[in-house]
Protein backbone atom coordinates (compact mmCIF):
# COMPACT_ATOMS: atom_id res chain seq x y z
CA UNK A 1 0.00 0.00 0.00
CA UNK A 2 1.83 2.86 -1.25
CA UNK A 3 -1.01 5.84 -0.03
CA UNK A 4 -3.56 5.96 2.58
CA UNK A 5 -6.77 8.08 2.25
CA UNK A 6 -7.85 9.99 5.75
CA UNK A 7 -10.48 12.25 5.90
CA UNK A 8 -11.06 13.35 9.75
CA UNK A 9 -14.52 15.08 11.28
CA UNK A 10 -14.28 19.01 11.89
CA UNK A 11 -13.96 17.92 15.99
CA UNK A 12 -11.60 15.01 15.39
CA UNK A 13 -13.18 12.24 16.77
CA UNK A 14 -13.90 10.23 14.43
CA UNK A 15 -11.17 9.66 11.57
CA UNK A 16 -11.87 7.44 8.53
CA UNK A 17 -9.51 5.53 6.66
CA UNK A 18 -8.91 3.82 3.26
CA UNK A 19 -6.22 2.03 0.93
CA UNK A 20 -7.85 3.28 -2.40
CA UNK A 21 -10.64 5.36 -3.58
CA UNK A 22 -11.16 3.31 -6.91
CA UNK A 23 -13.44 -0.18 -7.06
CA UNK A 24 -13.43 -1.76 -9.69
CA UNK A 25 -16.52 -3.63 -11.05
CA UNK A 26 -15.39 -6.95 -12.62
CA UNK A 27 -18.99 -7.55 -13.75
CA UNK A 28 -19.69 -10.74 -11.32
CA UNK A 29 -18.65 -8.88 -8.56
CA UNK A 30 -17.10 -5.26 -7.21
CA UNK A 31 -14.00 -4.72 -4.98
CA UNK A 32 -15.09 -4.69 -1.76
CA UNK A 33 -14.22 -1.18 0.58
CA UNK A 34 -12.05 -2.37 2.91
CA UNK A 35 -11.17 0.88 5.53
CA UNK A 36 -10.46 1.73 9.09
CA UNK A 37 -12.71 4.36 11.68
CA UNK A 38 -11.32 5.63 13.84
CA UNK A 39 -13.00 6.75 16.55
CA UNK A 40 -12.83 7.64 20.77
CA UNK A 41 -15.90 5.63 22.50
CA UNK A 42 -15.32 8.38 25.84
CA UNK A 43 -16.81 10.84 23.19
CA UNK A 44 -20.16 9.25 22.23
CA UNK A 45 -22.21 10.26 25.03
CA UNK A 46 -24.60 7.16 24.82
CA UNK A 47 -24.91 7.28 20.74
CA UNK A 48 -23.67 4.86 18.25
CA UNK A 49 -20.85 4.88 15.50
CA UNK A 50 -22.58 4.38 12.04
CA UNK A 51 -21.13 3.78 8.45
CA UNK A 52 -22.99 4.43 5.58
CA UNK A 53 -22.69 4.00 2.08
CA UNK A 54 -24.42 5.91 -0.80
CA UNK A 55 -24.93 5.62 -4.28
CA UNK A 56 -26.90 8.67 -5.20
CA UNK A 57 -27.59 10.60 -8.72
CA UNK A 58 -27.03 14.48 -7.88
CA UNK A 59 -28.89 16.23 -10.99
CA UNK A 60 -29.08 20.34 -9.61
CA UNK A 61 -27.05 22.59 -7.38
CA UNK A 62 -26.92 21.95 -3.82
CA UNK A 63 -27.71 25.38 -3.07
CA UNK A 64 -31.18 25.05 -4.35
CA UNK A 65 -32.21 22.31 -1.19
CA UNK A 66 -32.19 25.35 0.75
CA UNK A 67 -35.55 26.31 -0.54
CA UNK A 68 -37.04 22.57 -0.22
CA UNK A 69 -35.98 21.19 -3.86
CA UNK A 70 -34.37 18.27 -3.40
CA UNK A 71 -32.12 17.65 -6.43
CA UNK A 72 -30.73 14.20 -4.98
CA UNK A 73 -32.06 11.21 -5.52
CA UNK A 74 -30.13 7.77 -3.96
CA UNK A 75 -30.30 4.91 -5.63
CA UNK A 76 -28.78 2.62 -3.28
CA UNK A 77 -28.12 3.70 1.00
CA UNK A 78 -26.46 1.16 3.57
CA UNK A 79 -26.06 1.39 6.91
CA UNK A 80 -23.46 -0.60 9.26
CA UNK A 81 -23.66 -0.20 12.59
CA UNK A 82 -20.06 -0.41 13.62
CA UNK A 83 -20.27 0.55 17.54
CA UNK A 84 -21.56 -0.57 19.84
CA UNK A 85 -20.70 -4.18 17.97
CA UNK A 86 -23.79 -5.55 16.16
CA UNK A 87 -22.60 -8.32 13.99
CA UNK A 88 -19.96 -6.92 11.49
CA UNK A 89 -17.39 -8.73 11.96
CA UNK A 90 -15.22 -8.59 8.68
CA UNK A 91 -12.40 -11.09 7.61
CA UNK A 92 -9.42 -9.40 7.88
CA UNK A 93 -7.34 -8.68 5.20
CA UNK A 94 -4.01 -7.12 4.82
CA UNK A 95 -5.07 -4.09 3.89
CA UNK A 96 -7.22 -3.41 6.87
CA UNK A 97 -4.16 -4.50 8.93
CA UNK A 98 -1.88 -1.98 7.54
CA UNK A 99 -4.50 0.82 8.13
CA UNK A 100 -4.68 -0.46 11.80
CA UNK A 101 -1.06 0.24 11.84
CA UNK A 102 -1.92 3.60 11.04
CA UNK A 103 -5.07 4.36 13.46
CA UNK A 104 -3.86 2.85 16.13
CA UNK A 105 -5.84 1.37 19.17
CA UNK A 106 -8.87 2.91 18.60
CA UNK A 107 -8.87 1.68 14.98
CA UNK A 108 -12.24 -0.47 13.49
CA UNK A 109 -11.92 -2.64 10.83
CA UNK A 110 -15.15 -2.51 8.65
CA UNK A 111 -15.89 -3.91 4.89
CA UNK A 112 -18.97 -2.61 2.87
CA UNK A 113 -19.57 -5.06 0.11
CA UNK A 114 -20.99 -2.98 -3.38
CA UNK A 115 -23.95 -5.02 -5.12
CA UNK A 116 -22.98 -5.51 -8.69
CA UNK A 117 -26.40 -3.96 -10.13
CA UNK A 118 -25.07 -0.70 -9.18
CA UNK A 119 -23.93 1.96 -12.23
CA UNK A 120 -20.50 3.27 -12.44
CA UNK A 121 -18.67 6.75 -11.15
CA UNK A 122 -20.42 9.48 -14.28
CA UNK A 123 -19.74 13.17 -13.84
CA UNK A 124 -21.35 16.17 -15.85
CA UNK A 125 -18.95 18.48 -16.79
CA UNK A 126 -20.41 21.81 -14.92
CA UNK A 127 -19.96 25.10 -16.69
CA UNK A 128 -17.90 27.79 -15.92
CA UNK A 129 -20.44 29.92 -13.39
CA UNK A 130 -21.67 27.01 -11.95
CA UNK A 131 -20.97 25.95 -7.92
CA UNK A 132 -21.07 22.98 -5.37
CA UNK A 133 -21.00 19.28 -6.60
CA UNK A 134 -21.68 18.24 -9.99
CA UNK A 135 -23.99 16.77 -11.31
CA UNK A 136 -24.01 12.60 -11.89
CA UNK A 137 -23.40 9.67 -10.03
CA UNK A 138 -21.37 9.50 -7.38
CA UNK A 139 -20.60 7.28 -4.05
CA UNK A 140 -19.84 8.22 -0.64
CA UNK A 141 -18.58 6.44 2.21
CA UNK A 142 -19.89 8.36 5.88
CA UNK A 143 -18.76 7.30 9.10
CA UNK A 144 -21.12 9.63 11.84
CA UNK A 145 -22.41 9.27 15.54
CA UNK A 146 -26.21 9.16 16.57
CA UNK A 147 -28.40 7.35 17.94
CA UNK A 148 -30.46 5.77 15.23
CA UNK A 149 -29.40 5.10 10.99
CA UNK A 150 -30.02 7.76 9.12
CA UNK A 151 -33.31 8.74 11.27
CA UNK A 152 -34.84 11.61 9.91
CA UNK A 153 -36.06 12.86 13.38
CA UNK A 154 -32.77 13.13 14.21
CA UNK A 155 -30.26 16.66 13.85
CA UNK A 156 -26.82 14.90 13.65
CA UNK A 157 -24.14 17.25 13.88
CA UNK A 158 -21.51 18.08 10.87
CA UNK A 159 -19.13 18.17 13.63
CA UNK A 160 -20.28 14.65 14.36
CA UNK A 161 -19.80 12.87 10.78
CA UNK A 162 -16.62 12.55 8.14
CA UNK A 163 -17.09 11.21 4.60
CA UNK A 164 -15.28 10.53 1.46
CA UNK A 165 -15.98 10.27 -2.20
CA UNK A 166 -14.80 7.39 -4.17
CA UNK A 167 -15.41 6.00 -7.69
CA UNK A 168 -16.86 2.50 -9.12
CA UNK A 169 -15.15 2.36 -12.44
CA UNK A 170 -15.41 -0.66 -14.90
CA UNK A 171 -12.24 -2.22 -16.82
CA UNK A 172 -12.89 -3.44 -20.64
CA UNK A 173 -13.78 -7.06 -20.43
CA UNK A 174 -11.28 -9.84 -21.32
CA UNK A 175 -13.47 -11.37 -24.06
CA UNK A 176 -14.75 -9.33 -26.65
CA UNK A 177 -16.69 -9.46 -30.13
CA UNK A 178 -15.91 -8.09 -33.51
CA UNK A 179 -15.71 -4.83 -34.68
CA UNK A 180 -18.60 -2.90 -35.88
CA UNK A 181 -19.45 -2.32 -39.60
CA UNK A 182 -21.74 -0.79 -42.17
CA UNK A 183 -22.45 -1.35 -45.64
CA UNK A 184 -24.72 1.74 -47.27
CA UNK A 185 -25.20 2.93 -50.80
CA UNK A 186 -26.25 7.00 -51.11
CA UNK A 187 -26.77 9.33 -53.83
CA UNK A 188 -25.38 13.27 -53.39
CA UNK A 189 -27.65 15.73 -54.09
CA UNK A 190 -28.32 16.56 -57.92
CA UNK A 191 -26.93 12.67 -58.65
CA UNK A 192 -28.58 10.24 -59.98
CA UNK A 193 -26.02 7.83 -59.71
CA UNK A 194 -25.07 6.22 -56.05
CA UNK A 195 -21.52 6.41 -54.09
CA UNK A 196 -21.21 2.71 -51.49
CA UNK A 197 -19.58 3.34 -48.73
CA UNK A 198 -18.04 0.79 -46.57
CA UNK A 199 -17.23 1.87 -42.26
CA UNK A 200 -15.52 -0.65 -40.01
CA UNK A 201 -13.40 -0.90 -36.76
CA UNK A 202 -10.57 -3.53 -35.93
CA UNK A 203 -12.58 -4.38 -33.12
CA UNK A 204 -15.48 -4.26 -30.47
CA UNK A 205 -13.76 -2.11 -27.60
CA UNK A 206 -11.15 0.93 -27.91
CA UNK A 207 -9.22 2.00 -24.63
CA UNK A 208 -9.15 5.91 -23.79
CA UNK A 209 -6.43 7.97 -25.49
CA UNK A 210 -5.89 5.41 -28.52
CA UNK A 211 -5.66 5.93 -31.80
CA UNK A 212 -8.62 4.33 -33.82
CA UNK A 213 -8.18 3.50 -37.36
CA UNK A 214 -11.64 3.89 -38.79
CA UNK A 215 -11.26 1.91 -42.21
CA UNK A 216 -13.11 3.32 -45.14
CA UNK A 217 -14.12 1.76 -48.37
CA UNK A 218 -15.52 3.85 -51.49
CA UNK A 219 -16.47 3.16 -55.03
CA UNK A 220 -17.87 5.92 -56.63
CA UNK A 221 -20.01 5.79 -59.36
CA UNK A 222 -21.28 9.18 -59.61
CA UNK A 223 -19.85 12.11 -62.13
CA UNK A 224 -18.99 14.18 -58.42
CA UNK A 225 -15.55 14.44 -57.42
CA UNK A 226 -15.43 13.71 -53.49
CA UNK A 227 -12.39 16.05 -52.08
CA UNK A 228 -13.29 15.89 -48.39
CA UNK A 229 -13.35 13.09 -45.40
CA UNK A 230 -15.11 14.69 -42.21
CA UNK A 231 -15.12 12.35 -38.95
CA UNK A 232 -16.88 13.03 -35.90
CA UNK A 233 -17.23 11.61 -32.82
CA UNK A 234 -20.76 12.12 -30.99
CA UNK A 235 -21.18 11.22 -27.44
CA UNK A 236 -24.59 10.87 -26.25
CA UNK A 237 -26.00 11.35 -22.50
CA UNK A 238 -28.89 9.40 -21.22
CA UNK A 239 -30.81 10.85 -18.08
CA UNK A 240 -33.06 7.69 -17.26
CA UNK A 241 -33.27 7.75 -13.57
CA UNK A 242 -35.83 11.01 -13.31
CA UNK A 243 -36.56 11.60 -16.89
CA UNK A 244 -36.04 11.65 -20.70
CA UNK A 245 -33.40 13.64 -21.04
CA UNK A 246 -31.12 12.71 -24.29
CA UNK A 247 -28.60 15.08 -26.01
CA UNK A 248 -25.44 14.72 -27.93
CA UNK A 249 -22.25 16.41 -27.65
CA UNK A 250 -19.29 16.13 -30.99
CA UNK A 251 -16.25 15.49 -29.24
CA UNK A 252 -14.20 15.77 -32.45
CA UNK A 253 -14.43 16.31 -35.45
CA UNK A 254 -11.44 16.06 -38.20
CA UNK A 255 -11.22 16.76 -41.94
CA UNK A 256 -9.03 14.45 -44.19
CA UNK A 257 -7.79 15.65 -47.70
CA UNK A 258 -8.70 12.51 -49.55
CA UNK A 259 -9.79 13.21 -52.93
CA UNK A 260 -12.28 9.86 -54.71
CA UNK A 261 -12.49 11.42 -58.31
CA UNK A 262 -15.75 10.12 -60.34
CA UNK A 263 -15.80 6.88 -61.28
CA UNK A 264 -12.92 6.23 -58.68
CA UNK A 265 -12.04 3.56 -55.78
CA UNK A 266 -10.97 4.14 -51.99
CA UNK A 267 -9.41 2.30 -49.18
CA UNK A 268 -7.89 3.72 -46.52
CA UNK A 269 -7.89 3.73 -42.73
CA UNK A 270 -7.72 7.43 -41.19
CA UNK A 271 -6.91 7.43 -37.74
CA UNK A 272 -8.64 9.41 -34.85
CA UNK A 273 -8.32 10.11 -30.80
CA UNK A 274 -10.84 11.35 -29.24
CA UNK A 275 -9.88 12.90 -25.90
CA UNK A 276 -11.02 15.00 -23.02
CA UNK A 277 -8.23 17.69 -23.94
CA UNK A 278 -9.21 17.59 -27.89
CA UNK A 279 -9.90 21.54 -28.32
CA UNK A 280 -12.99 23.24 -26.60
CA UNK A 281 -14.11 19.87 -24.98
CA UNK A 282 -13.00 21.05 -21.12
CA UNK A 283 -15.16 23.54 -21.77
CA UNK A 284 -18.29 22.19 -22.99
CA UNK A 285 -21.13 22.02 -20.14
CA UNK A 286 -23.29 18.42 -19.57
CA UNK A 287 -19.94 16.24 -21.39
CA UNK A 288 -20.14 13.12 -19.07
CA UNK A 289 -16.89 12.18 -17.72
CA UNK A 290 -15.54 9.24 -15.94
CA UNK A 291 -16.46 10.13 -12.12
CA UNK A 292 -14.25 13.07 -11.64
CA UNK A 293 -12.43 12.82 -7.52
CA UNK A 294 -11.20 16.38 -5.60
CA UNK A 295 -8.04 17.53 -7.43
CA UNK A 296 -7.64 14.65 -9.53
CA UNK A 297 -7.62 15.11 -13.44
CA UNK A 298 -10.20 12.67 -15.27
CA UNK A 299 -11.38 11.55 -18.89
CA UNK A 300 -14.12 10.89 -21.58
CA UNK A 301 -17.10 8.83 -19.18
CA UNK A 302 -16.66 5.13 -20.57
CA UNK A 303 -18.84 3.48 -22.16
CA UNK A 304 -22.18 2.00 -20.14
CA UNK A 305 -22.60 -1.54 -20.53
CA UNK A 306 -25.85 -2.87 -19.30
CA UNK A 307 -25.83 -6.35 -18.17
CA UNK A 308 -28.42 -8.90 -18.86
CA UNK A 309 -31.02 -8.30 -15.70
CA UNK A 310 -29.67 -4.79 -14.61
CA UNK A 311 -32.61 -2.42 -14.42
CA UNK A 312 -31.84 0.63 -17.08
CA UNK A 313 -33.74 3.11 -15.29
CA UNK A 314 -31.22 2.56 -12.12
CA UNK A 315 -28.29 3.29 -14.30
CA UNK A 316 -28.87 6.82 -13.79
CA UNK A 317 -26.69 8.07 -16.83
CA UNK A 318 -26.23 6.00 -20.17
CA UNK A 319 -23.39 7.22 -21.72
CA UNK A 320 -22.78 6.20 -25.67
CA UNK A 321 -20.56 6.75 -28.70
CA UNK A 322 -20.59 6.89 -32.42
CA UNK A 323 -18.17 7.75 -35.07
CA UNK A 324 -19.53 9.40 -38.11
CA UNK A 325 -18.06 9.49 -41.33
CA UNK A 326 -19.53 12.34 -44.16
CA UNK A 327 -17.97 11.74 -47.98
CA UNK A 328 -17.78 15.95 -49.39
CA UNK A 329 -18.39 16.69 -52.66
CA UNK A 330 -18.24 20.22 -53.79
CA UNK A 331 -18.10 22.97 -51.85
CA UNK A 332 -15.56 25.14 -53.44
CA UNK A 333 -15.27 28.18 -55.46
CA UNK A 334 -17.82 31.31 -55.28
CA UNK A 335 -20.70 29.42 -53.86
CA UNK A 336 -18.66 27.50 -51.30
CA UNK A 337 -20.88 25.23 -49.10
CA UNK A 338 -23.71 26.28 -51.25
CA UNK A 339 -23.00 23.91 -53.68
CA UNK A 340 -21.47 21.11 -51.35
CA UNK A 341 -22.77 17.90 -50.60
CA UNK A 342 -22.12 14.86 -48.63
CA UNK A 343 -23.12 11.61 -47.82
CA UNK A 344 -22.95 9.60 -44.16
CA UNK A 345 -22.77 6.68 -42.61
CA UNK A 346 -21.93 5.93 -38.74
CA UNK A 347 -21.24 3.06 -36.26
CA UNK A 348 -21.19 2.63 -33.14
CA UNK A 349 -17.94 2.88 -30.61
CA UNK A 350 -17.42 1.55 -27.14
CA UNK A 351 -14.51 3.35 -25.30
CA UNK A 352 -13.52 1.95 -21.78
CA UNK A 353 -10.57 1.83 -19.61
CA UNK A 354 -7.81 -1.41 -19.78
CA UNK A 355 -7.73 -4.01 -17.36
CA UNK A 356 -4.29 -3.51 -15.32
CA UNK A 357 -1.53 -5.59 -15.37
CA UNK A 358 -1.20 -7.68 -12.50
Known sequence: MTKVFKKAS???????YLGKRDFIDHVESVDPIEGVLKFDQSALGGR?????????????????????????????????????????????????????????????PFTIEIPTNLPCSVTLQPGEDDKGKACGVDFEVKAYMAMEADDPDEQVDKQDTCRLIIRKIQYAPDQTGPGPKLAIMKCFMTSDKPVHME??????????????PVKIKVRNETNKVI??????????????????????????????SETVEAGGTFEKA?????????ANNKNKKGLALDGKLKDEDTNLASTTIIRPGMERDIMGILVSYKIKVNLVSGGGGFLGGLTASEVTGEVPLILMHPKPKA
Open 10 to 16: RNGQLVL
Open 48 to 108: KVWLQMTSAFRYGSEDLDVIGMSFRKDIWVHNIQLFPPAGHNPTITPLHEALLKKAGEEGH
Open 199 to 212: LSLDKEIYYHGNPI
Open 227 to 256: NKFKIFVDQTTDVVLYSADKYTKNILSQEF
Open 270 to 278: LSITPLLAN
